[in-house]
């Protein structure tokens, strides 16, 4: 807890969002945060995590039109 606390003191100013999997339409506040650069936090995780961030932890980045995109979901 205590560096959950950290983190959410340290990103403050770079506007952390701060989420769980079972918040409303997390995937689309999870694209915002990529395509604006915000950092995002998530909370309550269990031993699984959603494959749909997948993607983001893989760094799985490809390019379309010289632009760097990562895709979620299918």
Known sequence: MQAVTWVKEKEKRNNLLTMTFNTDGFVKRL??????????????IDTELDPII??????NISKEAGVEVITLGD
Request: glycine letters at 10%; charged letters at 30%; aromatic letters at 10%.
């Open 54 to 59: 997948d993607p983001v932890l893989e760094k």
């Open 31 to 44: 694209e915002n945060a990529i395509k604006f650069g915000s950092s995002v936090l998530f909370e309550g």
